[in-house]
């Protein structure tokens, strides 16, 4: 049992195939040794249907492998898949056969917090069974909110995405001579990190965003109403951030607040967004203009706004996976872990995946400030060198493009 | 009188500063003859309020010059103000005073369809009282709606935008083994224009979007759903592309079917765009996996995905209004005359501001294919050479560096 098996799982990210990348970079350059790789279809749930390929065949040119490097989503397709929690549940015992007719002996799962879950849970299978097939976790969630790990591959292109872009809202939000307030609301439940990326987009003091809301701080709907009225002596066009989880004092959801908007024409409860309800209310309370945008899913699959950095450190994740499975380690997660902010260093390691999982990563409260609305600037110090430099991505006719498989949804 | 005014007038686009840009190198090239330019602050609306700035000593530095070029939004400020019916009306006079006290000669305005009316209102004026101030409209709208022009500059970089963000929101969507209906809501209210550059995002035949609909054809409910359906035989991941101006056969917007949706918590009525509808209903009828991103501002205003070809047209177009109007034309919009797409060739000429303005160009229907669900090939190459070539924005710490007033909004 010699060969490498590779999944990805959980929400996309703008480098989950530099992670891939790095896998199969990893592969190739301990070739002599592992005759192959595969890679897993639609994760854990796919590999279970049968659903695998021969990676080495699928980039057997070199220019559609240096394409995945670049490429947003999850080229094998993902899942959301948990493992049972009792490992005599059979499930297991059909993986590892699995993994035997395909001589497999290591297998790299790139994913956020539910896939570290599979990858302990494997772990500890493997190791009751007596099996010799080495498991490794390479990290990847934008949400940043992974523990013993200084960030997460993923994160870093997506603050840059909500960075720059926060940056162009607020450009093209105070063009007009009158008093308007435009509300951007960024991903993140409970961890505020991406939403916290967006005090990099700041030209000068005093620019917009005026207010940033996390959801590790409580929000109180009448300081924010009157931070409002005394920002517009300074000012008139304002922009406020904030995460999409953002809470008052009762821990309630601030979206929960406007649950009572009805019913559409099909009987179904209309939810709105946090943005939605705070634009309602400041409309209604000043009688100004006020626009919310919820910045969509390019957020977390935009390829022109990578970051070099975090491209880099996803490809080197996985190589570096593949490296440790190799020298014998199981059970564990890839970690970066920064040495210095100036100039920023970094090394990785590995951590145990059980400490990983199922816990969560906030973004810390002496970091907030302002009562809540600003980030400090420790913070800022941290998420700076994450964002750094631009990616080439290839382009054809005036677009980016991408690796792709075909036979994807088949 | 001897000098030159500019102004910005209606909606931002990532290359109305590039034309501001553009009128400034044409003045530069005319120095010796022309004294000073000056720019209107929020347009015809901010000069009557005595808003105006001396744009040469604006721009004493080459570098923030040339970092304009690329800032999207507008530098200048922008109304949206139209100037009275009656020629008699004592605005004119007091603009035409204002004009005087300051020298100007020349006057261009930037902006799309209103500011062409604002164009054409003042040189009928100039006409009437024997002014000798000429009156030159640049055009700029990302809707592509102004007619006597092949295309407007802003619609090259917000249709490479769309293209660019369908592509990757399709691979974000296509993840998951699971069917999904994602519908994707651009702008564009009677014209479909911005909508038919999602048919760039195919990367190759069979690629979503499958289904592409403009507010020129008619929308019908029942064969959209009928296809929706069809389509889940061929492919689990299905992508739409919208307009928000789609209607059905009585010409009804989409949009107002929903309009019972209730009200919010402070009685104002909820009302859900296009792709909201389309959701509730596919949801309903199918129970399925269905999301609707209504893509946001920044398919108008962002500079990391200007259109190369779109700012050197709204360059030239500004140097070229420049040259026309000490040229001695009057009441005129610069226009694009495109000679062939195979090499892709432009010319630029002057037409009649009164012919242009309060009217609306459409995508012809002889371009909208497979019963209005799709776009045809001589749409595409069209479309195509609008897109070509990436801008090198500035960048400062990993973010875009823009060209701003601090005292914007003063």
């Known amino acids: 049992m010699k060969n490498i098996l590779v999944g990805q799982s959980g929400g996309p990210t703008a480098v989950l195939n530099a992670s891939l990348y790095g896998v199969i970079k990893g592969f190739i350059a301990l070739k002599k040794s592992i005759p192959r790789i595969y890679g897993m279809v639609n994760g854990v749930e796919g590999f279970l249907n049968g659903q695998v390929v021969d990676l080495e065949r699928e980039f057997s040119d070199e220019m559609s492998l240096e394409k995945l490097k670049t490429t947003p989503g999850a080229y094998l397709g993902s899942c959301r898949f948990k493992l049972p929690d009792e490992l005599d549940d ?86 007009y001579n009158t008093k308007s307030v435009t509300i951007v609301e960024i991903m993140g439940r409970h961890a505020g990190w991406l939403t916290a990326a967006s005090v990099l987009s700041r030209q000068y003091p005093g620019d917009n965003p005026l207010l940033i ?125 920064r040495v210095s902010n100036e100039p920023y260093t970094l090394t990785y390691e590995t951590v145990d995946v059980n400490k990983v999982c199922n816990r969560e990563k906030t973004v810390p409260l002496s970091w907030i400030a302002d009562n809540g609305t600003d980030l400090s600037e420790e913070c800022i110090a941290y998420l700076k060198p994450l964002i750094q430099g631009n990616t080439v991505v290839p382009l054809e006719d005036g677009l980016p493009v991408y690796a792709y498989r075909k036979n994807m949804s088949e």
């Not at 494997?122 to 097939?133: R, T």
């Not at 390019?298 to 491209?311: E, F, Y």
Request: glycine share 8%; with cysteine.
């Open 90 to 175: 059979s499930t297991f015992s059909i993986l590892f056969h699995k993994f035997e007719a395909l001589d497999i002996r290591y297998f790299l799962y790139i994913g956020g917090n539910d896939s570290m879950d599979t990858v302990s849970k494997l772990s500890l299978y493997a190791s009751k069974i007596n099996s010799p097939v080495r498991i490794i976790g390479i990290p990847k969630t934008i949400d940043n909110d992974l523990i013993l790990t200084d960030h997460t591959p993923g994160f870093g292109s997506a603050a840059k995405y909500v960075a720059t872009t926060v940056r162009e809202i607020g450009i093209d939000s105070s063009i």
């Open 213 to 337: 809301y996390l959801p590790e701080a409580t929000f109180d709907v009448e300081d924010f109403l009157t931070r409002i009225e005394q920002a517009f002596l300074q000012s008139k066009n304002l922009m406020v951030c904030i995460s999409e989880g953002i809470r008052d004092k009762d821990g309630k959801f601030i979206c929960e607040y406007d649950n009572h908007v009805g019913t559409d024409s099909f009987g179904h409860k209309m939810l709105a967004g946090s943005g939605k309800y705070l634009e309602n209310l400041i409309r209604d309370r000043f009688r100004i203009k006020v626009r919310s945008v919820e910045l969509n899913v390019t957020q977390r699959c935009s390829s022109t706004l990578q970051s070099l950095t975090d491209v880099n450190e996803a490809v080197w994740a996985g190589t570096f996976g593949v490296n440790k499975a190799v020298a014998g380690e199981t059970g564990m997660m890839v970690a970066l872990k």
